[in-house]
């Protein structure tokens, strides 16, 4: 082995970390997207963790945060608007990052 081997595979194990602490933490922002969402719309207990729920699977229709962004406007059309959400969208992705971070 050569020191450039070992670089190599450090590397790689670094980007193959901040792949899964970035899945992480965007599955964790949308969760609490959503329970931050099902607030505003009034659900409570099993619902708001339901609706958290779709907020997570909503993630997996495209790539990206748009098809998150464009489930949240739409329900929570009148009660917020689209600056408020990208702007929650932002703070939470810096919390669940720390969420996660501090779990590690």
């Not at 792949?19 to 599955?27: D, G, I, Q």
Request: glycine share 6%; aromatic share 6%; hydrophobic share 40%.
């Amino acid at each position: 082995m050569t020191t450039f081997d070992d670089r190599e595979r450090a590397q790689e194990a670094k980007f193959a970390h901040d792949a899964e602490l970035n899945f992480k933490a965007e599955a964790r922002r949308n969760r609490l997207l959503g329970e931050w969402a099902a607030g505003l719309l009034g659900k409570t207990g099993d619902d708001a963790r339901a609706y958290a729920l779709t907020v997570v699977t909503s993630d997996f229709d495209e790539p990206g945060d748009e098809d998150v962004f464009r489930k949240l406007a739409a329900d929570l059309a009148g009660k917020v608007d689209e600056e408020a959400i990208r702007a929650k969208m932002v703070e939470l992705r810096a919390t669940a990052r720390d969420q996660i971070v501090s779990e590690m």
